[in-house]
């Protein structure tokens, strides 16, 4: 929490002021794990608290709702695909089309920086242009990937635990050796051909793990 919230948190300092004999006593390492341990002490209680102290204390918890939003998010896009009947590759144009809006910051800060506006990029933007600009990018290869096969199957319904499978699962398979996740998501990725694609080996077994550490070391 500490590294995350950066400047944002003011973290309580040691103070040994009441007890100077201590302060005089304590070496410098030893001081060091005191203040560590208090941290980590205040870090286990915030974690520890919960929606409902927040609230009590005046913070939106539902500003923490990522989960819950993606779902809604998620929900409106297959409806969106139910009503116009999309099949097949349209399906995947429909989810790069959303994943882009989903980008639009970042992409608008890049095209600043090249003298473009996004609704030049839009308008110019063919539908082979979309697929390949968004296929370029390869974290978000990966969870078109996988938000493509949910699609597909609209009598699976959308969780808010399948936000964490997306939101964390790109970037592995794009940037570790291997992955180990449950069936489904294996299987939309090796459909994907992820695994050829960044040379990333994609498990649904931990057991098959300890075979592909031994495979590697003796290669």
């Not at 030893?30 to 209680?45: K, M, P, S, Y």
């Not at 809604?72 to 896009?77: M, T």
């Not at 969106?80 to 399906?91: C, E, S």
Request: net charge negative.
């Amino acid at each position: 929490m500490r590294h995350i919230s950066g400047d944002r948190m003011e973290w309580p300092k040691l103070d040994l002021s009441a007890h100077p004999e201590v302060a005089a006593a304590l070496q410098r390492e030893t001081r060091v794990q005191l203040l560590r341990a208090i941290h980590e002490f205040i870090e286990n209680e915030l974690l520890r608290a919960g929606p409902d102290t927040y609230r009590q204390l005046g913070f939106d918890h539902t500003d923490s709702d990522h989960a819950d939003r993606f779902v809604d998010f998620e929900n409106k896009v297959a409806a969106t695909i139910k009503r116009h009947g999309l099949t097949g590759d349209a399906i995947d144009l429909a989810v790069r089309g959303t994943d882009l809006s989903d980008i639009r910051p970042t992409v608008d800060d890049a095209l600043e920086r090249i003298g473009m506006t996004y609704e030049h990029l839009v308008a110019n933007l063919t539908v082979g242009g979309l697929v390949e600009f968004m296929d370029d990018l390869p974290t978000r290869y990966v969870t078109n990937v996988l938000r493509s096969a949910k699609h597909r199957q609209p009598q699976q319904s959308w969780e808010p635990n399948d936000f964490v499978d997306v939101i964390a699962l790109p970037v592995a398979a794009v940037y570790c050796d291997v992955v180990v996740t449950e069936k489904q998501w294996a299987h939309h990725m090796r459909q994907g051909k992820i695994p050829e694609r960044y040379s990333t080996v994609v498990l649904s077994n931990v057991g098959d793990l300890v075979h592909t550490i031994i495979n590697a070391s003796v290669t």
